[in-house]
């Protein structure tokens, strides 16, 4: 399909003007007017873009784009990065918070779905959107069967765990990435265990005083939830090909 008809839809879809941000979303490097496999990435690092090469894309579609907003020198890792994207004249699509909040196929509204809870809803609020959702595991379970459960779901290993509440949980709430700041608010909800990507230090003596169990996924695994969603919608609607780069980097 035309570029140019993708990056169309991708930026009305996911709704990339409507909420403030950091990155500047949407196309951020023009490849070739023609796409027809795109691949996906967590970070839009130089692995990511000779991965994208290697697999024959013509889009890398990528939560951590390259551009934020302040200029930056086309020099050292940054010129490497663009010169793989446009020496094979490859697109690079960038879609950060809007990916994060998307109700449809976001990273946590996906996170929630892999870990099968119910009476998913929103709470809280953040950048002038619902902050995260909420929901109910099937049934009640321990703190470690739940963080069992969360590196079952994600593929990859829990990178932390503040065990301050209940000792069996079961409402849950998501905040993909790094949003353990937001603890006060999980509180507030109700929820017996909050799971997020990153451990934080500023947090720590709040969960502890709120009496909040912490779950975190890691912040790369958090993340490649609204991808691999996303891949899956394009597929289906378009027939373009897909590929998920896994680059995990551990944290």
């Not at 409507?18 to 839009?44: C, H, K, W, Y």
């Not at 200029?71 to 010169?83: D, E, F, K, N, Y």
């Not at 502890?208 to 891949?231: C, D, P, Q, R, S």
Request: charged share 20%.
């Amino acid at each position: 399909m035309r570029r140019d008809e993708l990056v169309q839809y991708l930026d009305e879809y996911l709704a990339i003007k409507t909420i403030e941000d950091a990155s500047n979303n949407g196309l951020q490097v023009e490849g070739g007017p023609e796409v027809s496999r795109v691949a996906f990435a967590v970070d839009a690092g130089l692995a990511a873009c000779e991965a994208a090469r290697a697999a024959g894309a013509q889009m890398l579609i990528v939560h951590h784009g390259l551009f934020w907003g302040e200029p930056i020198m086309v020099t050292g890792v940054h010129r490497s990065r663009l010169a793989a994207l446009l020496d094979a004249a490859i697109s690079l699509y960038a879609v950060h918070l809007p990916l994060d909040f998307h109700a449809t196929l976001g990273n946590k509204v996906t996170l929630a779905h892999w870990l099968k809870l119910e009476n998913v809803g929103t709470f809280g609020h953040h950048k002038g959107s619902d902050a995260g959702f909420i929901g109910d595991l099937p049934a009640e379970m321990s703190l470690d069967e739940f963080a069992a459960r969360v590196e079952d779901a994600t593929g990859e290993p829990a990178t932390g765990t503040w065990a301050f509440g209940r000792q069996r949980v079961r409402r849950v709430a998501i905040v993909s990435g790094g949003a353990a700041f937001l603890v006060d608010q999980v509180a507030a909800a109700g929820a017996d265990v909050y799971l997020t990507g990153e451990v934080s230090h500023s947090a720590y003596h709040q969960a502890a005083e709120l009496g909040i169990n912490v779950v975190f996924g890691g912040h790369y695994a958090t993340e490649t939830a609204g991808l691999k969603a996303l891949a899956d919608h394009l597929a289906d609607r378009y027939k373009l090909e897909t590929t998920f780069l896994d680059l995990p980097t551990g944290a």
